[in-house]
T-cell receptor
Framework: QQPVQSPQAVILREGEDAVINCSSS?????VHWYRQKHGEAPVFLMI?????EQKGHEKISASFNEKKQQSSLYLTASQLSYSGTYFC?????????????FGGGTRVLVKP | KAGVTQTPRYLIKTRGQQVTLSCSPI?????VSWYQQTPGQGLQFLFE???????NKGNFPGRFSGRQFSNSRSEMNVSTLELGDSALYLC??????????????FGEGSRLTVL
């Protein structure tokens, strides 16, 4: 089952904050976040693992509630470069190898 | 370091034809995954290859197939094309090959239009 992302879209002014949520009905091992700008490839942002470990490149924070199988991505003091579509990808406990089930995406537009 | 390279970038086919898409992973990456991206269904997992073997498979019909070569390059083939196969096909490579999913590096995709 595909994870559910909310909201579907959000418009921000530069400097404002936003939260993107990702919810799964399955028990998860990890949640991954990617951002895709129009016409470009999705780019890795962060992995959140069961047990609390996080791995990421950018100054974007996220959380993973293992009990609720929910993850949230926090866009703090948003910049114009944060615009794009954000996807969460989930990995179930029984999965092995590189396989993600992606949510429908959240479109983020940051205006000056 | 070169990224993931996909060819062709754009192609147009007619219903009933077949198509082969190619993906060259980042040097040293041995896992290659394929995803289909459409406006209606989003990003959907097709399959993953590692060491020339299909390790994972998504819920797509048998018309969708793939393979991986000894140099980790991968191809996917779609036979008997249908209008609904029009999509952006993304390839992703990963350095992580054990246990669970690592960071995926995506190519820019091959945009297939079926007429």
């Amino acid at each position: 089952q595909q994870p559910v992302q909310s909201p579907q879209a959000v418009i921000l002014r530069e400097g404002e904050d936003a939260v993107i949520n990702c919810s799964s009905s399955k028990a998860l091992y990890s949640v991954h976040w990617y951002r895709q700008k129009h016409g470009e490839a999705p780019v890795f942002l962060m992995i959140l693992l069961k047990g609390g470990e996080q791995k990421g490149h950018e100054k974007i924070s996220a959380s993973f509630n293992e009990k609720k199988q929910q993850s949230s991505l926090y866009l703090t003091a948003s910049q114009l470069s944060y615009s794009g579509t954000y996807f969460c990808g989930t990995e179930s406990l029984e999965a092995a190898g590189n396989k993600l089930t992606f949510g429908g995406g959240t479109r983020v537009l940051v205006k000056p | 370091k070169a990224g993931v390279t996909q060819t062709p970038r754009y192609l147009i086919k007619t219903r009933g034809q077949q198509v082969t898409l190619s993906c060259s992973p980042i040097s040293g990456h041995r896992s290659v995954s394929w995803y289909q991206q459409t406006p209606g269904q989003g990003l959907q997992f097709l399959f993953e290859y590692f060491s020339e073997t299909q390790r994972n498979k998504g819920n797509f019909p048998g018309r969708f197939s793939g393979r991986q070569f000894s140099n980790s390059r991968s191809e996917m083939n779609v036979s008997t094309l249908e209008l609904g196969d029009s999509a952006l096909y993304l390839c992703a490579s990963s350095l992580k090959v054990t246990a669970n999913t690592g960071e995926l590096f995506f190519g820019e995709g091959s945009r297939l239009t079926v007429l």
